[in-house]
């Protein structure tokens, strides 16, 4: 199998084996792109096995989910058992953390409403996203000639599948162009973001970001970096963006859990800043890095042990964290 896999995965409340967790070709989703979908990552800290930000990725499951009408029979809690019995069962240190929820198997035809909500939990181990040298170097992006969703056609907040068709076509333009990354405009020619990041540019010291209603994933890497560059002192705003403010920051990046934070080093073959990672990108990459690597106080509540022989370790944190 090209996949190696992980041991076991999660299917409606089962753990089944890696090769036997398969859907029937019948499947609505498999037709009709009919999924919702998270990305989240376990970390291997010193203190221990630690999910980042697990409470905020499955809200947004649930909440992709209750846009496409689709809601799933676990809640909040429940979700978050789910993951964290399956991240167990695998013994996993760190991986890549994906619940889907989708139509299954029992009737084809566009109205998904015959057909269960199914859900599954699969893990795996997934390095860096961007290439080794990316998070030093930066990469090389292009602005796409395919536009992001135009409002009301998909829904841009729902992480579902369907919108991937579209961050595949950026990324294979991308790809066939020579760029490592593709970032999309929305359908007004505004900034919107990468096939599977959310973007931020840097100008005078203050960190921008394009808004929620430029056809962007509510990221909750994005989310994170504008409470942690606030933490540092930087002004930050969500703002519309024209094209041209990537040509003219002083500094570009991309966040995401797959991506991290990572430097853009040119756009369209225009050189961002100094071609080099910049020092507001640079202070932010190590803030995110110390919080997911519990080199610092998780003062945001962002972490979730996943193995309760380090639940002391979390006692001890929390304890030390109440201290004045
Ligand atoms: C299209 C898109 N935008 C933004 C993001 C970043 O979101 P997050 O930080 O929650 O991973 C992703 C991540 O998967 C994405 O696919």
Redesign the pocket.
């Known amino acids: 199998m090209a996949f190696p896999g992980t041991g076991k995965i999660w299917m409606n409340g089962a753990l089944v084996d890696w090769k036997d967790a398969n859907v029937h070709i019948a499947s609505h989703v498999i037709h009709y792109g009919s999924a919702v979908f ?3 990552r376990c970390y291997a800290t010193p203190k221990g096995s630690a999910c980042f ?1 697990l409470d ?2 499955m809200r ?1 499951l649930r909440e992709s989910a209750r846009i496409y009408r689709m809601e799933y029979t676990l809640d909040l809690d429940g979700w978050m058992t789910a993951v964290l019995e399956t991240i167990r069962a695998n013994q996993m240190k760190a991986c890549y953390i994906r619940p889907i929820v989708y139509r299954g198997y029992a009737a084809l035809g566009v109205n998904p409403f015959p057909n269960p909500v199914d859900a599954a939990i699969l893990l795996w181990d997934w390095g860096t996203y961007l290439g080794k040298d990316a998070l030093e170097a930066g990469v090389d992006v292009k602005v796409s000639t395919w536009a992001r969703m135009a409002p009301n056609t998909l829904p ?1 907040m729902a ?1 579902s599948a369907a ?2 068709a579209n ?1 595949a076509l950026i990324k294979m333009e991308a790809i066939t162009d020579g760029y490592t990354e593709g970032i999309a405009l929305d359908v007004f020619g505004n900034v919107s ?6 973007i931020f540019v840097v100008r005078d010291g203050a960190v921008l970001t394009p808004p929620i209603a430029s056809s ?9 970096i504008m409470t942690l560059a606030r933490d540092l002192g930087f002004t930050v705003s969500e703002a519309v963006l024209p094209r041209e403010a990537l040509y003219t920051a002083d500094e570009v990046f991309v ?5 991290e934070v990572t430097p853009i080093r040119s756009v369209d073959r225009i050189t961002v800043g100094n071609g080099r990672r910049g020092p507001v990108t640079e202070a932010l990459q190590r803030a995110f890095f110390d919080v997911i690597n519990g080199e610092v106080p998780d003062s945001h509540g962002w972490l979730t042990y996943v193995y309760p022989e380090e639940a002391p370790l979390r006692a001890e944190a929390r304890a030390a964290a109440a201290r004045p």
């Open positions: 998270e990305g989240a930000r905020a990725h947004r841009a992480k919108n991937y961050s973001e990468g096939s599977g990041q959310n962007i994933l509510g990221g909750i890497t994005r989310d994170s966040v995401g859990t797959a991506a």
